[in-house]
């Protein structure tokens, strides 16, 4: 496991507690010492005790060793940085697994393609994991799911079922575009979320932009090569319910922040680890745009962060340009409004109301 931050640690202890020998990577001595001697990570898991077959080095090489699958799990934004060092380390058929939630600014590559690019090897080595999945819940065992993803189906079981337990259950598919942009987009609304919690709106925002949020994320995952089931399922509305409704979630934490009025260089200031999704706005704002893809929801994030939208003015679920009805789904649009079949007796039920309920003949 490469990463010793609160999901890695977490991770490290789902795979520990279905029976695999782990070893996590810190990049500090001195909390690879803590994990390996006292079996805690005080600074990411406070009061969460490790399994006594997890060990941790500060050297990747070591952590690397000869493992038959190989996590990662560190902050998006400087993936590319580490894996010059991780490459020859790789075996030729070690299977490599991504946890992390974002896409790389300047690319815009989802973290399998940089990974495949980073490392040299085949996609049907790789494999993503995601799905409601908040860290502090999980170490404290509450009972829970992941779905894994990869090309090829046999590595995405192979990693399911090292990643088992009885309190959590790894499911599969081959939508690892999917699944990896429903783990990105997720974050965007979960900021927007906050943003409107930290304003002091009720349920009913929320929940407008919770269900129009998974309209954009749907709209921007398919237009890309995604099967759109893929984002009504863990990756996509379950890690969407709970990074919106948890004070645990980091994005949905920096969201309130910024509702409350803090600027984005404060929120990041305050902010103890990394809030993914603030950084994802740009680049999936520029790779919507790139497919045509509306997504109003992440554009008003976006200008509150850069502080040209007030928080309180927040409503992307009622932005539009037209005030002709807007179709709730995409089938729904101006091009699926039906012929005359269906104007006609829109048209009789109106000529009956002008005639105090007589039919348009005056019968």
Do not use: C
């Amino acid at each position: 496991m490469l990463g010793a931050g609160s999901w890695g640690t977490t991770f490290s202890k789902i795979l520990a507690d279905g029976g695999a020998d782990v070893t996590l990577w810190a990049r500090r001595p001195e909390l690879a010492r803590e994990i390996s001697l006292a079996k805690r990570n005080s600074d990411y898991l406070p009061g969460i005790n490790l399994p006594p077959s997890i060990r941790a080095t500060s050297s990747l090489e070591e952590a690397v060793g000869e493992s038959a699958f190989v996590f990662v799990s560190i902050p998006s934004q400087s993936l590319r940085s580490n894996l010059a060092a991780l490459a020859p380390l790789i075996g030729p058929e070690t299977v490599v697994i991504s946890l992390m939630k974002g896409v790389e600014k300047g690319t815009g590559l989802r973290m399998s393609e940089v990974l495949e690019q980073g490392l040299g090897i085949d996609r049907d080595r790789l494999a993503v994991a995601s799905g409601p999945n908040l860290a502090l819940e999980i170490a404290k065992e509450q009972p829970t799911a992941a779905v894994i993803s990869s090309a090829s189906l046999a590595t995405a079981e192979a990693v399911a079922k090292v990643a088992t337990n009885r309190y959590f259950r790894s499911f599969v598919n081959t939508d690892v575009i999917g699944t990896e942009f429903g783990g990105v987009l997720k974050n965007l609304i979960a900021v927007a979320i906050g943003i409107v919690d930290g304003v002091g709106y009720g349920e009913n925002t929320k929940a407008s932009i919770l269900t129009r949020g998974l309209a954009e994320m749907t709209d921007f995952a398919v237009a890309y090569g995604a099967v759109p089931e893929t984002m009504s399922g863990l990756a996509g509305l379950g890690d969407l319910i709970a990074t919106s409704s948890s004070p645990l979630s980091r994005n949905n934490t920096a969201g309130r922040l910024l509702g409350q009025g803090y600027s984005f260089t404060d929120v990041v200031a305050r902010m103890q680890q990394t809030a993914e999704g603030l950084a994802s706005v740009a680049p999936i704002l520029t790779l919507a745009a790139a497919r045509g893809v509306d997504m109003p929801i992440v554009q008003q994030v976006s200008q509150v962060l850069a502080g040209t939208l007030n928080p309180r003015d927040i409503a992307p679920h009622l932005t539009t340009d037209s005030l002709e009805p807007q179709g709730e789904r995409p089938i729904d649009g101006r091009k699926n409004r039906g012929g005359p079949s269906l104007r006609r007796p829109f048209q009789r039920t109106l000529d009956q109301l002008r005639n105090g309920g007589r039919g348009a003949g005056g019968h």
